[in-house]
């Protein structure tokens, strides 16, 4: 079995400031890691993804994450954070090879911008 | 490349009405999946189709609904006397492999906003 867990339900940053977005997982065997963001009222759009390759992980948009497999965690950072960076971010985790498709996502954190 | 279509982008629907929501998954997926999102939570899943076969369906609601993904046309989502807690956006996915292995992504649509009045 395999689970998310978002520490966070909402974080709010200053335009310019540093982004940090929580993630710990569950998984019985290696994952795959995955951070998607989704705008108001549209689909979901990948980030970045971890899959076994490097720990450090470089996104769209600035973003990266690094996987650190003794604190099971996957969290999201951005440098400075932009106004059109305001949206929900999710968490998911998968398994590696057959079954892979079913994603686990986390409950979302909600990320506010203030100018 | 067009990315995955969802149609409709919204949809109301009475209680006891059917809902249907189409899925054309990018050009050369032949991979299919299904998410529902209820207010306040993370995407779950729903069921994993192939063309002509249901792969999975271990999240489907045992009564009621139903996916389909025929030979030719979209998958089709079909929710049958539609109830109020059936309200919630429904994400397609589409992949070209139906393991996360490399360069393989799975990729979601914009989803369609179901709403029961």
């Known amino acids: 079995a395999q689970s998310v867990t978002q520490l966070d339900s909402h974080v709010s940053v200053s335009e310019g400031t540093p982004v940090l977005l929580r993630c710990n997982y569950s998984?019985?065997?290696?994952?795959?890691l995955f951070w998607y963001v989704q705008h108001p009222n549209k689909g979901l759009q990948l980030l970045l993804k971890?899959?076994?390759?490097?720990?450090l992980v470089k996104g769209i948009n600035g973003f990266e994450a690094e996987f650190k497999k003794s604190e099971t965690s996957f969290h999201l950072t951005k440098p400075s954070a932009h106004m059109s960076d305001a949206a929900e971010y999710f968490c998911?985790?998968?398994?590696?090879?057959?079954?892979?498709?079913?994603?686990?996502f986390g409950k979302g954190t909600k990320l506010s911008v203030i100018p | 490349n067009a990315g995955v279509m969802q149609n409709p982008r919204h949809l109301v629907r009475r209680r006891g009405q059917e809902a249907r929501l189409r899925c054309s998954p990018m050009?050369?997926?032949?991979?299919v999946y299904w998410y529902r999102q209820l207010p306040e939570e993370g995407l779950k899943f729903m069921v994993y189709?192939?063309?002509?076969?249901?792969?999975?369906e271990s999240g489907m609601p045992k009564e009621r609904f139903s996916a389909e993904f025929p030979k030719e046309g979209p998958s089709i989502l079909r929710i049958q006397q539609v109830v109020r807690g059936d309200s919630a956006a429904y994400f397609c996915?589409?992949?070209?492999?139906?393991?996360?292995?490399?360069?393989?992504?799975?990729?979601f649509g914009e989803g369609s906003w179901l709403t029961v009045v």
């Open positions: 971890y899959t076994s390759a490097a720990t």
């Open positions: 996915a589409s992949s070209p492999l139906s393991e996360n292995r490399g360069g393989n992504t799975i990729y």
């Open positions: 189709l192939q063309k002509e076969n249901i792969i999975d």
């Open positions: 050009k050369g997926h032949s991979h």
């Open positions: 998984s019985s065997y290696s994952p795959s």
């Open positions: 998911v985790v998968s398994l590696v090879g057959a079954g892979s498709y079913q994603l686990t």
